[in-house]
């Protein structure tokens, strides 16, 4: 009889020594991405392109600037923010302007990419920078005529920067981002 409860015991013991909780890994809320389809953006503006219908454009009313938009998508919780400036004879300074917004993220990028766009027909030169690791703007752009005008566009989300939870948006939204490069075209508003 002894040797029948020592025999339990020893199996209590074996079975509950055995039995470790771990913790689960942390893990982000799933998000369902819409198929992309697009629409006009061609205000009396010097500019126009096409952009996500699940986005929304509004006019920025920024003291002694014009042309400037958002494009916000409110699904996702990120925005678009576009400004324009008009070229006399400073496409070099309003360059590294753009430049100096875009590397101002190196405190917490990981790498800086550039990827050169070159749309002839339309006139349409520019950059596009992905900004790797948690920067709070992992995606801007510069694009310009090289005469007349120049567009700057940066993508921010309304969320803390965390590469791997906004990886899934954001690879989306530069489907859209990648879309407005390819289709902008200067209008010939503005007197130009």
């Given at each position: 009889?002894?040797?029948?409860?020592?025999?339990?015991?020893?199996?209590a013991?074996?079975?509950?020594?055995?039995?470790?909780?771990?913790?689960?890994?942390y893990?982000?809320?799933?998000?369902?991405?819409?198929?992309?389809?697009?629409?006009?953006?061609?205000?009396?503006?010097?500019?126009?392109?096409?952009?996500s219908?699940?986005?929304?454009?509004?006019?920025?009313?920024?003291?002694?600037?014009?042309?400037?938009?958002?494009?916000?998508?409110?699904?996702?919780?990120?925005?678009?923010?576009?400004?324009?400036?008009?070229?006399?004879?400073?496409?070099?300074?309003?360059?590294?302007?753009?430049?100096?917004?875009?590397?101002?993220?190196?405190?917490?990028?990981?790498?800086?990419?550039?990827?050169?766009?070159?749309?002839?027909?339309?006139?349409?030169?520019?950059?596009?920078?992905?900004?790797?690791?948690?920067?709070?703007?992992?995606?801007?752009?510069?694009?310009?005529?090289?005469?007349h005008?120049?567009?700057?566009?940066?993508?921010?989300?309304?969320?803390?920067?965390?590469?791997?939870?906004?990886?899934?948006?954001?690879?989306?939204?530069r489907?859209?981002?990648?879309?407005?490069?390819?289709?902008?075209?200067?209008?010939?508003?503005?007197?130009?």
């Amino acid at each position: 009889m002894r040797q029948l409860i020592g025999l339990f015991m020893l199996l209590a013991v074996g079975l509950t020594a055995c039995h470790q909780e771990s913790p689960k890994p942390y893990g982000y809320f799933r998000i369902d991405l819409p198929n992309h389809a697009y629409q006009s953006f061609n205000q009396s503006y010097p500019y126009a392109f096409d952009f996500s219908v699940y986005a929304k454009d509004s006019v920025v009313h920024a003291k002694g600037e014009e042309y400037w938009i958002n494009i916000y998508y409110p699904k996702l919780n990120g925005c678009i923010y576009i400004s324009y400036k008009p070229v006399h004879n400073n496409l070099r300074a309003i360059s590294e302007d753009c430049r100096m917004f875009v590397y101002k993220h190196t405190i917490k990028a990981e790498a800086i990419v550039e990827h050169r766009f070159v749309n002839r027909d339309a006139k349409v030169y520019g950059i596009l920078y992905d900004i790797k690791g948690d920067a709070a703007s992992p995606l801007q752009f510069m694009l310009t005529d090289s005469l007349h005008h120049v567009i700057r566009g940066a993508l921010y989300f309304d969320d803390v920067p965390n590469k791997d939870s906004i990886a899934p948006v954001l690879q989306y939204v530069r489907q859209d981002v990648m879309k407005m490069i390819e289709t902008m075209h200067w209008t010939g508003h503005n007197g130009k």
